[in-house]
């Protein structure tokens, strides 16, 4: 396996119109990174260009040592697993599989020991005599999946390898993946637009908007320091609240007649020596519960829905005409309207001229 490498890479398919901005990013050996943004951010055009078949208009592009910018496709030693699968329906399972070691010359009995032991791994060795029209798509996924492991190459790359499974066998293709490529410690880049995938598979994550990276970090630096406001509302589901607030010298005034307290001492200190001025105050739904215990509440809110998941209940929590907030709320406890809550001190602060982070 190998490291990846990219310093200032820029694509642009009208003159100045870039559709990648200069993106800059490291994948350590045997790190599983998720290229992750809405559709349209420029993540299959990355990944597309580190796999060769698109051209770059600048920048460097390094597989472990070696620049590949000039490098053809071939001759990268990568693997692609692709959105369709992209199965040849006259080949059976096996021979899908074979085929590029076919194409490298492989001895006949090097092919059947590689491919039985890579079926075995993902649980298809009992197909390798069926055709694609007879698998289902979980099953065709992992033939796709098969096909680039056995070549063993130095990269594998994923665009959006899950997007056409239905919920049930994606939620198991996730965990299988997740296992398969633990245990091979192997170096991957997996294209999702899809934020659960990106936060459960990934080592590190990297955030794209319009071709220019918003964020790089582990799902939980994340979820727990969005960079700024897109990457607030982009990850995490339901998606943060994001208020406009005046700090006060006890906390934040959202109305006249609502405000959220500072929930810890040093939120109580920063809001001291800030007052008068005007911030984004980022909340999270699962981060506003009922009072336990003992707890005297924050606040009491008019609930105007509720959304159960399962689990939990997503609650709409009126503020007023034009401001509703969301709380996630344990399926067990009682709703009420008006409902008392407290926030935690999982508080996030941006400015409200950058939407950049606030750091305390």
């Given at each position: 396996?190998?490291?990846?490498?990219?310093?200032?890479?820029?694509?642009?398919?009208?003159?100045?119109v870039?559709?990648?901005?200069?993106?800059?990013f490291?994948?350590?050996?045997?790190?599983?990174?998720?290229?992750?943004?809405p559709?349209?951010?420029?993540?299959?055009?990355?990944?597309?260009?580190?796999?060769?078949?698109?051209?770059?208009?600048s920048?460097?592009?390094?597989?472990?040592?070696?620049?590949?910018?000039?490098?053809?496709?071939?001759?990268?030693?990568?693997?692609?697993v692709?959105?369709?699968?992209?199965?040849?329906?006259?080949?059976?399972v096996f021979?899908?599989?074979?085929?590029?070691?076919?194409?490298?010359?492989?001895?006949?009995?090097?092919?059947?020991?590689?491919?039985?032991?890579?079926?075995?791994?993902?649980?298809?060795h009992?197909?390798?005599?069926?055709?694609?029209?007879?698998?289902s798509?979980?099953?065709?996924?992992?033939?796709a999946?098969?096909?680039?492991?056995?070549?063993?190459?130095?990269?594998?790359?994923?665009d959006?390898?899950?997007?056409?499974?239905?919920?049930?066998?994606?939620?198991?293709?996730?965990?299988?993946?997740?296992?398969?490529?633990?245990?091979?410690?192997?170096?991957?880049?997996?294209?999702?637009h899809?934020?659960?995938?990106?936060?459960?598979?990934?080592?590190?994550?990297?955030?794209l908007?319009?071709?220019?990276?918003?964020?790089?970090?582990?799902?939980?630096?994340l979820?727990?320091?969005?960079?700024?406001?897109?990457v607030a509302?982009?990850?995490?589901?339901?998606?943060?609240?994001?208020?406009?607030?005046?700090?006060?010298?006890?906390?934040?005034?959202v109305?006249?007649?609502?405000?959220?307290?500072?929930?810890?001492?040093?939120?109580?200190?920063?809001?001291?020596?800030?007052?008068?001025e005007?911030?984004?105050l980022?909340?999270?739904?699962?981060?506003?519960?009922k009072p336990?215990?003992?707890?005297?509440?924050?606040s009491?809110?008019?609930?105007?829905?509720?959304?159960?998941l399962?689990?939990?209940?997503?609650?709409?929590?009126?503020?007023?005409?034009?401001?509703?907030?969301k709380?996630?709320?344990?399926?067990?406890?009682?709703?009420?309207?008006?409902?008392?809550i407290r926030?935690?001190?999982?508080?996030?602060?941006?400015?409200?001229?950058?939407?950049?982070?606030?750091?305390?």
């Amino acid at each position: 396996m190998a490291s990846l490498k990219l310093v200032d890479v820029k694509k642009s398919y009208m003159k100045d119109v870039y559709v990648i901005k200069g993106v800059s990013f490291n994948v350590e050996h045997g790190e599983f990174t998720t290229l992750l943004g809405p559709s349209g951010c420029g993540k299959t055009t990355l990944l597309r260009m580190i796999a060769g078949l698109e051209s770059i208009d600048s920048g460097e592009i390094y597989i472990g040592d070696r620049l590949v910018n000039n490098v053809p496709p071939s001759q990268r030693n990568i693997a692609m697993v692709f959105q369709s699968y992209a199965l040849y329906p006259h080949m059976t399972v096996f021979e899908n599989i074979a085929i590029g070691l076919r194409l490298r010359k492989y001895p006949k009995s090097e092919i059947e020991e590689k491919v039985k032991e890579v079926a075995r791994k993902l649980d298809i060795h009992h197909l390798l005599d069926r055709y694609p029209a007879q698998l289902s798509g979980g099953q065709r996924q992992r033939v796709a999946l098969a096909r680039a492991l056995v070549k063993r190459p130095a990269l594998f790359l994923f665009d959006e390898p899950l997007s056409n499974l239905d919920a049930a066998i994606r939620e198991r293709a996730r965990s299988e993946i997740k296992l398969l490529f633990k245990a091979l410690n192997a170096t991957a880049i997996y294209v999702t637009h899809d934020q659960v995938e990106a936060m459960t598979l990934s080592d590190k994550v990297v955030l794209l908007s319009d071709g220019v990276i918003q964020q790089i970090g582990s799902p939980k630096e994340l979820y727990d320091k969005p960079a700024n406001t897109f990457v607030a509302t982009f990850i995490g589901s339901p998606r943060m609240n994001i208020l406009e607030v005046k700090v006060t010298d006890k906390g934040f005034k959202v109305t006249d007649d609502f405000e959220i307290p500072a929930t810890t001492k040093k939120l109580a200190d920063w809001v001291r020596k800030n007052v008068g001025e005007k911030v984004l105050l980022g909340i999270r739904p699962e981060d506003i519960r009922k009072p336990r215990g003992e707890e005297t509440p924050h606040s009491k809110l008019e609930v105007q829905l509720v959304e159960p998941l399962g689990l939990s209940n997503i609650v709409h929590l009126r503020v007023n005409d034009n401001l509703i907030l969301k709380a996630l709320i344990e399926k067990d406890e009682e709703i009420t309207s008006p409902l008392e809550i407290r926030f935690t001190k999982n508080l996030h602060l941006f400015d409200p001229s950058t939407q950049k982070r606030i750091e305390i």
